[in-house]
């Protein structure tokens, strides 16, 4: 019965850990294909969203807060990290929590897709307080 119960409990770790990385893949991809060609678009309405090589900001009343997707250099296969900015100087890396990873994605996404919508509208102010909520 023990023994069962080991071999579960591998092939079960195997399992998260392939889930891990194929989730880091699609957050790459995601960041790459939807959530920095919807800031370039943004950043033409309002100088309060910047994207620019691998990195989408949101300038704030604050300070800025950005997410950057950098290659991991050293290794055979193509993977990425991603960071989180802040105009203090704060790096917090996000590539060894995926679920934060995620976490930090979806803010964005939230917020960017609120400024969209409300561009629609042409309703500046009400931009202005979206971007400062993040």
Do not use: C, W
């Not at 691998?54 to 960071?83: D, P």
């Amino acid at each position: 019965m023990k023994k069962l119960f080991l071999l579960v409990l591998l092939i079960g770790a195997g399992f998260t850990s392939q889930a891990q990385q194929h989730n880091s893949k699609e957050l790459s991809e995601l960041f790459s294909d939807e959530l920095y060609p919807l800031a370039k678009d943004i950043s033409e309405y309002t100088d309060k969203v910047i994207a620019y090589g691998n990195v989408v900001s949101i300038v704030k009343k604050t300070g800025t807060t950005s997410l950057a997707k950098k290659k991991i250099e050293g290794i055979s296969i193509e993977a990425y990290s991603f960071s989180l900015l802040t105009s203090s100087g704060k790096e917090i890396n996000l590539s060894n929590d995926v679920l934060l990873a995620n976490k930090v994605m979806n803010k964005f996404f939230d917020v960017l897709r609120r400024v969209k919508d409300s561009m629609k509208e042409d309703n500046r102010e009400e931009v202005e307080n979206i971007l400062n909520s993040l």
